[in-house]
């Protein structure tokens, strides 16, 4: 039986079932602050599908991008008076950092955009020839109206893509517009703003924009699976569809994942209210193998509310998978291996994995069974989620562990 995985545009699960070699695509960072939890579970989901993947003898090709020029990392910058890629540096060490404790897959290519402003330009131009296009003031549109299958992806109607617009980054009442969703392709630039040459004007790149020419100029044709947390269904990968589709009469992507939201004590997380939870204060205080074990509790697509004490849960599970894995034999390994297969290949079903494994860790302390493969047999499995029980991938475990 092959992957199962739901797909957002046909609102289902669905097989998935890519070549020998796969593409991926997995909106990264715009990196003006540090890494919270909700990115966290997003890369934490995409990781557990390379690492499936490659269980099954593909080879993963992953681009994670880096947007560090748009309209959240240039006020931040302006705000610490400190120069964008400045900040943009100190944050992306800090991303990595986090991403190396979490043991995370790194990603084959990472593009920064302000390093593809070529590709953004060739495929505006692109745009601009198919009559997809219109400047006013200096700024480029994409008309919506001239994609037909624009709100496919989503499937949201009119009023529900307008709301989403305005809250996120769009400007459905800006009467340059001459359709409320229409969004920008490229635009002036401010005094204190950084600009490029274009044929359309001195300035910068949309935010749809940059993605989808990070896509096409580091993947070939219509990738596998496209996706990131499910804030980005609309409009980013809506428009990043559209203007692929104006450009090459093909779809972005043929399987298009999403993550659900973290939540902070029953309240969305958001820098706004000042509730985000970071990543390197968790690690600092725990082992990261511990935060990894929290958020596998946890299915990909249901979101979860985070709670202080949800990180003693998985330091918990944790030294108990330790323990199991260091004892000298155990029951056969072989129906967990299959078990924790089968729940990932089931929509990426990591909290069945996850009590799969546990199950064998309490047999082994418990000497269930004298098969001395039961040890390996357990790492092996954890390891298909990512958790080493022979050492943390940051090193030793912080003493608050």
Known sequence: MPMRLHDTVRGEIVPFEPGPDVSMYVCGITPYDATHLGHAFTYLTFDLVIRRLEDLGHTVRMVRNVT?????ILPKARELKVDYRSLAAVEMAHFDADMVALDMRPATVEPWATQSIEPMLDLIQRLSDAGHTYTVDGTTFFDVSTDEHFGSLSGYDEATMLALA????????????????????WQPSGTDEPAWNSPFGAGRP?????????????????????GGGDDLVFPHHECEDAQTRGATGEPLARHWMHVGMVAYEGTKMSKSLGNLVFVRMLRNLHDPR????????????????WFDADIDDGVTRLERLVD?????CGPDPAPTLAAVRAALDDDLDAPTALDAIDVLAGAIIAHAGDDPSAPAGLREAAGLLGIRLDESPAGDAPSGT
């Open 166 to 185: 305005a809250e996120r980054g769009g400007h459905p009442d800006d009467p340059r517009q001459r359709n409320p969703l229409d969004f920008i392709l």
């Open 324 to 328: 199991a894995e260091r004892r000298p």
């Open 206 to 226: 949309g935010w749809h924009i940059e993605c989808s020419a990070m896509a096409m100029a580091n993947l070939t044709g219509t990738i596998d699976l496209h």
């Open 68 to 72: 560090d020029v748009d309209d959240s």
């Open 290 to 305: 511990a935060l990894r074990i929290a958020m596998l509790s946890h299915h990909y697509r249901a979101g979860f509310e």
